[in-house]
């Protein structure tokens, strides 16, 4: 906490380096969250510099009243839920839908990327999918973004006892989904 309030003010007095330190220590967390609630590995990343680019240009006015990573992670959260909103929008079928063209998809990984394709997680991230949105999001949240119920209960306005539902049955469901893998 206390080196976080360090970089901000440092970055805030123009320091590339706090910027870096902060992008190193948090990136793969939010990775995690943005990879967890879009299950799209490339958006997902997308997501996180999308983050990081407005953390960037308001950096001058920025003060951290709380934990960085937990801001950053809400950020992600927000806007992984903002895709997820314009995407059940444009589900809806194509005038000319005899057009097939796949998409292109680069096969190759960089070292950060490793950790979206292992095996482990798309085997939970699987599981995640099948949650209801509430669910999923609280669970990520809280395991992946270490955030209190009571920031959860505050990004999804709701009380801290529905966030703490939302988990519970979460958890249930995803323990049944993977055979009684899931530890609390």
């Known amino acids: 906490m206390l080196e976080d309030k360090l970089l901000v003010w440092r970055l805030r007095h123009g320091s590339r380096g706090a910027l870096c330190r902060v992008y190193e220590k948090y990136r793969d967390d939010l990775l995690r969250i943005a990879a967890g609630l879009l299950n799209e590995p490339n958006t997902a990343e997308d997501v996180v510099h999308d983050v990081f680019t407005v953390f960037i240009r308001s950096a001058t006015s920025f003060e951290l009243t709380g934990s960085l990573k937990g801001y950053l992670a809400t950020c992600v959260a927000n806007r992984a839920r903002n895709l997820n909103r314009t995407k059940q ?7 000319d839908s005899t ?56 990004l999804q306005d709701t009380s801290v006892k529905t966030a703490l539902s939302r988990y519970r049955y979460g958890l249930d469901k995803l323990r049944l989904l993977l055979d009684g893998e899931v530890t609390k």
């Not at 929008?89 to 005038?95: E, P």
């Not at 482990?120 to 999001?137: G, T, V």
Request: positive net charge; hydrophobic residues 40%; proline residues 5%.
């Open 99 to 154: 057009d097939k063209a796949a998409p292109l998809i680069s096969t190759i990984k960089r070292p950060d990327q490793w950790i979206i394709y292992n095996e482990q997680f798309r085997r939970i991230n699987s599981a995640l999918d099948r949650l209801p949105y509430e669910q999923k999001e609280v669970v990520i949240l809280h395991i992946q973004g270490r955030m209190k119920f009571r920031e959860i209960a505050g």
């Open 89 to 95: 929008r444009q589900k809806t079928v194509s005038i």
